[in-house]
């Protein structure tokens, strides 16, 4: 006998294993199983608060294996592969290369992932930014030190349970397995994102920290790659490499990408993207709300047994759309700049989302309607990401501090007297919002606020601070491909991927799309 199916459990009940049992064997009338949970999420729209149970049951033994990458040998006269950026995109692709007999060889223009740390620790407390290595570039990617958040809503479940079962075999925990919502923690990720790397290698993959794509040279038709030209940062030579096919996965801030391709005339086109900011709370008032607790006793004994809390929120008209994106409940605002004069916000949690804050990005749509050059500008949303992170940069005070106000003053047009702690580093600057953000993201935020905070009785509190931009939450521009060849329309062996090119939208999704860009190139060359 095997048996799935769900139940309802009160969350305090969560770890009662006597319970559990209690439940199922009045559901299937055995005396002797056995059982292991398959998907686990919390309901807690409503007191009392539940827990929603997938359970897989049998009469024997429930044995649930981890899938590992099982590789090919590539020491003879392998294909090439050659990919940019090793972020999840770029190291999934390169281990679905080994799996089907393909050398991968990658080129990241930052640093392996524990160097990387000491660029970001030059970020927060001195503001200076590396271009090459901080929150966004070098080993694992922005995820690596941005919250590591696996959920998806991607339908390929396949693909998903895959990616999933891989950073389990890496190192991550099995609960990401079962957990609705599953998360890493930025913690934990640099030592799976070791381990990956080490498992390329020793497996005949080569990773070239510090190289930067900076160009490359076409046919004469303009309809295949023949060589990159890739710079060794460290060296400062600039070498020029035969390619067969080139794997972009640069991530959605790779702008010198963007640059070279409009540049050599490839096709790039605008990609619609949100533009807006962080706003952060107090983590028991968010828990308040969201468990409906009355009191601190309360949160205290809720939280004994619930996770941070967190929320999803979504205001839409005929005039714009504003929603929550990359919530990270017990987590940091962090500066995510990747160049000069330029200020940007994102957030991360730790695995234990233990920090006293819970802040997300609340975000305004933008497509090309708010930005009419960019039917004749592929860059144009760019080039509008920019403007806002260099006035936010000047306003904050030119040193990485960020321009904030209390979300009270914002909804009533004022500056903040002064303003509540914040997880942000360097620091914030008392600011009005208003003079950093274009006028309809204004406005629709001030209008969201004002219609979140009636779906979350208080939401706008003199506790809350607002941290302007958050910015990068998408590409801007997109590379289009063919959708069953994954191609370029253009230049046939180039593959655009993941998060940079404007096919995927998280750590999930670009590790699946890398997965998917490499099938496609063992079809056409018949691997």
Same mark, same amino acid.
């Given at each position: 006998m095997l048996k799935t199916f769900s139940i309802q459990i009160p969350f305090f009940k969560i770890n009662d294993d006597k319970y559990i049992r209690s439940i199922i064997q009045q559901e299937t009338g055995l005396e002797n199983f056995y059982y292991t949970i398959l998907k686990k999420s919390i309901d807690a729209r409503k007191k009392p608060i539940k827990i929603n149970l997938k359970v897989l049951v049998d009469t024997t033994p429930i044995t649930r294996e981890i899938n590992q990458p099982v590789v090919?040998?590539?020491?003879?006269?392998s294909p090439i592969v050659h990919i940019v950026g090793a972020g999840p995109a770029g190291l999934f692709a390169a281990l679905r290369c080994l799996e089907l007999g393909i050398k991968p060889v990658i080129f990241e223009q930052g640093k392996m992932v524990r160097d990387r740390r000491r660029d970001l620790a030059n970020i927060t407390k001195n503001g200076i930014v590396n271009p090459y290595s901080n929150y966004c570039f070098g080993e694992g990617g922005a995820g690596t030190y941005s919250d590591g958040k696996l959920y998806?809503?991607?339908?390929?479940?396949?693909?998903?349970?895959?990616?999933?079962?891989? &950073?389990?075999?890496?190192?991550?925990?099995?609960?990401? &397995?079962?957990?609705?919502?599953?998360?890493?923690?930025?913690?934990?990720?640099?030592?799976?994102?070791? /381990?990956?790397?080490? /498992?390329?290698?020793? =497996?005949?993959?080569?990773?070239? /920290?510090?190289?930067?794509l900076i160009n490359f040279n076409l046919s004469d038709d303009k309809t295949q790659i023949k060589s990159i030209l890739v710079k060794d940062l460290i060296g400062q030579k600039i070498l020029e490499i035969p390619c067969n096919d080139l794997i972009l996965a640069t991530g959605h801030s790779a702008r010198s990408i963007y640059r070279l391709l409009h540049e050599k005339q490839i096709y790039i086109e605008f990609k619609p993207f949100a533009i807006g900011v962080r706003v952060e709370h107090p983590q028991d008032l968010v828990d308040s709300i969201q468990y409906h607790c009355a009191t601190n006793s309360e949160v205290e004994y809720v939280r004994s047994y619930l996770p941070a809390a967190r929320y999803t929120l979504v205001h839409t008209t005929q005039e714009f759309s504003a929603y929550s994106f990359c919530m990270c409940p017990g987590g940091?605002?962090?500066?995510?700049?990747?160049?000069? =004069?330029?200020?940007?916000? =994102?957030?991360?949690?730790?695995?234990?989302?233990?920090?006293? /804050?819970?802040?997300?990005g609340i975000v305004v749509a933008i497509n090309e309607k708010i930005i009419p050059d960019s039917k004749n500008n592929p860059l144009a949303g760019m080039h509008y990401q920019q403007e806002i992170e260099r006035v936010c940069f000047n306003i904050g005070g030119k040193n990485l501090f960020a321009p904030a106000q209390r979300i009270t003053d914002f909804v009533n047009n004022k500056e903040s007297a002064s303003l509540p702690d914040c997880s942000y580093r360097p620091g914030v600057t008392s600011a009005h919002l208003k003079e950093c953000l274009p006028s309809y993201v204004y406005t629709a935020l001030k209008e969201a606020f004002i219609t979140f905070n009636k779906k979350m009785r208080g939401y706008i509190t003199e506790q809350a601070i607002v941290v302007a931009p958050e910015s990068r939450t998408s590409s801007p521009v997109r590379i289009p491909r063919n959708k069953e060849t994954l191609q370029h329309v253009q230049v046939k062996n180039l593959y655009p991927c993941a998060e940079g090119s404007g096919y995927a939208g998280g750590i999930v999704s670009a590790a699946i799309d890398g997965m998917n860009v490499v099938n496609a190139i063992a079809k056409k060359i018949g691997v």
């Open positions: 090919k040998d590539i020491s003879n006269s998806t809503r991607s339908d390929k479940r396949g693909d998903v349970d895959t990616v999933l079962n891989y &950073l389990v075999y890496f190192g991550a925990s099995t609960d990401i &397995l079962v957990d609705a919502h599953p998360h890493i923690g930025t913690n934990k990720l640099p030592h799976i994102i070791e /381990f990956i790397r080490t /498992f390329i290698l020793q =497996n005949g993959g080569e990773i070239y /920290f510090q190289h930067q940091i605002i962090a500066p995510c700049a990747t160049d000069v =004069n330029e200020v940007v916000t =994102n957030g991360w949690s730790p695995s234990k989302r233990n920090n006293p /804050f819970a802040n997300s």
